[in-house]
C-alpha cells in the first residue's frame, strides 16, 4: 500500500475513532443523567406522604429557622426534607399572634403572623370543593385549596419552587379577631350565624365577603419567604392583556419566541426554562393568570422562577386551555430532566402521587376525583406536544441539557 493511501486511511480510521468516542461519551452522559432522573423520582415517591408530626429530631432549631435555611437561589426546598411535615405541622397549628390585611394584590387574603414571628400568608375558603368555575380560564376567586395541592405538584414535578403551603382551620372568633389591626378587625361582619371579613384588595368588596362556618373558617396558609431573600417582580413574556379585542404579540406572532430569546434575561441562562417549566405547571392546574412572575433581586437570571400565588387553578376540569402552554409549543424546547419527570408520570402516576402527597393535609380531601382525573389527561397532551416538536425539528433540539451553562441565541 502506498504511503499517501495508508495516510488518507489512517486518517479515515482516526475520524471515525473520534466520532465513536464522542458518540460513546455522550451516551454514557446521558443514560448517567437518566439514572439519575429516575433515582431522583423513586426517592420523591418514597418521601410523598408528609405527616403532620412536631417531633424536631436532631436538632435544637425552631421549624422557622430550618425552612429559612433551605432557600437557595435554585430552589425554595431541598430534595430531602425530613423536617418537612414538623415545618407543615407548625404552620397549621401554631397560635396566631397578629393578623392584618393582606399584601396588596387583587384578591382577599390576610397577612399572619405566628407564634416565632413567622409571617404566613392565609387564603380563605371561597368554594366548595366540586364547585365549577365558568367563564374565563382567569375567573372567580382565589381557590385555597388550589394553593395547596399545587405545592405538592410543583415537589412531585421535582421544580422546588413554590413555597411551602398547608390547609389550616383559624376560629375568626377566637383566633384572629383578638389580635387583628384596626384596619383588618373594620372589615368583619356578621352574615347570618357565620363570621365573615372581606379584606382589602382590589377586588374586595363589602358585598363579597369570605364566610366562616360558624367561626370556623377554612383555609390555606402560604409560608413567606425569608426577608433575606428580598422579590424581585418581573412581567411574563407570555402575559395576557385581560382587554377584551386586544391581543398580546405571543397571541398572534408564530415566531414571538425568537423574539423573546434575544431578551435578556431569556438569551442566556436557565429563566427561559423556567419559563417553559411553569407553563408546564401552570396549564396542569389550569391557572392562566401568571401576568407576572417573581425571583430572587439582582440574579443577573441565574435564579428560579418562584412559582407564587397559585390560587387562581383548579376551576374547571373540563377546560384545558391550551394557550397556558404557549411557550413550550412555541419555543419547541423542554429541559431534559422535566421531559423525564413527566414520562414517568404518565399512566395514572400523577393522580395517583399527587392523591397520596395531599392525603394528610389537615383540609384533606384538597381536590375532587374530577380534578384529579383532568390532571392526567392535561398530561398526555404535554407529551403530544412534546412529540409534535421533535417530530418537526428532532430530539437534539428540542430535549435540552439542564445541567450546564445555557444559551438561546
Not at 410523598?48 to 436532631?58: G, I, K, N, T
Not at 414571538?256 to 442566556?268: E, F, L
Not at 398526555?380 to 439542564?402: H, M, N, R, Y
Request: aromatic fraction near 10%.
Amino acid at each position: 500500500m502506498k504511503l499517501k493511501q495508508r495516510v488518507v486511511l489512517l486518517a479515515i480510521l482516526l475520524v471515525i475513532f473520534i466520532f465513536t468516542k464522542v458518540f460513546l461519551i455522550d451516551n454514557l452522559d446521558t443514560s448517567a443523567a437518566n439514572r439519575e432522573d429516575q433515582r431522583a423520582f423513586q426517592r420523591m415517591l418514597a418521601g410523598l406522604r408528609v405527616a403532620l408530626d412536631p417531633r424536631l429530631e436532631h436538632t435544637l432549631q425552631s421549624p422557622w429557622e430550618i425552612a429559612a435555611q433551605w432557600v437557595v437561589p435554585r430552589e425554595v426546598y431541598p430534595e430531602d426534607t425530613p423536617e418537612l411535615g414538623a415545618v407543615m405541622h407548625a404552620m397549621a397549628t401554631k397560635k396566631i399572634v397578629k393578623a392584618d390585611v393582606g399584601y396588596k394584590g387583587t384578591q382577599l387574603k390576610a397577612l399572619l403572623v405566628l407564634e416565632g414571628g413567622q409571617k404566613v400568608v392565609f387564603k380563605p375558603k371561597r368554594y366548595a370543593r366540586d364547585y365549577i368555575v365558568e367563564g374565563e380560564p382567569y375567573a372567580g376567586y382565589d381557590r385555597h385549596n388550589a394553593e395547596v395541592a399545587a405545592f405538592h405538584l410543583d415537589r412531585i414535578l421535582g421544580f422546588r419552587r413554590a413555597p411551602l403551603v398547608v390547609g389550616r382551620f383559624v376560629n375568626l372568633r377566637t383566633e384572629i379577631k383578638p389580635v387583628a389591626t384596626e384596619q383588618l378587625l373594620g372589615t368583619f361582619m356578621t352574615v347570618g350565624n357565620n363570621t365573615c371579613f372581606y379584606g382589602k384588595c382590589y377586588y374586595c368588596r363589602e358585598t363579597e365577603p369570605a364566610c366562616a362556618e360558624g367561626d370556623i373558617m377554612e383555609g390555606s396558609v402560604t409560608l413567606w419567604l425569608p426577608d433575606v431573600w428580598p422579590l424581585q417582580k418581573h412581567r411574563h413574556p407570555w402575559g395576557r392583556t385581560y382587554r377584551e379585542g386586544k391581543l398580546a404579540r405571543w397571541e398572534y406572532d408564530e415566531s414571538y419566541c425568537d423574539a423573546v430569546k434575544k431578551t435578556s434575561p431569556y438569551d442566556s441562562g436557565p429563566r427561559l426554562l423556567d419559563i417553559i417549566d411553569t407553563a408546564i405547571f401552570d396549564y396542569l392546574i389550569g391557572n392562566a393568570d401568571r401576568h407576572h412572575y417573581e425571583s430572587f433581586q439582582d440574579d443577573e437570571g441565574a435564579s428560579m422562577l418562584i412559582l407564587l400565588d397559585n390560587a387562581k387553578s383548579f376551576g374547571n376540569p373540563a377546560l384545558d386551555e391550551r394557550s397556558i402552554l404557549a411557550p413550550l409549543y412555541q419555543c419547541c424546547i423542554i429541559r431534559v430532566s422535566t421531559w423525564n419527570r413527566l414520562n414517568y408520570l404518565k399512566n395514572g402516576v400523577l393522580k395517583s402521587a399527587l392523591k397520596t402527597a395531599m392525603s394528610h393535609d389537615p383540609i384533606s380531601p384538597v381536590l375532587s376525583d374530577p380534578h384529579l382525573d383532568a390532571l392526567d389527561q392535561r398530561l398526555l397532551s404535554i407529551l403530544a406536544t412534546v412529540k409534535q416538536c421533535t417530530d418537526q425539528f428532532g430530539p437534539d433540539v428540542v430535549l435540552v441539557e439542564d445541567r450546564m451553562t445555557l444559551s438561546h441565541l
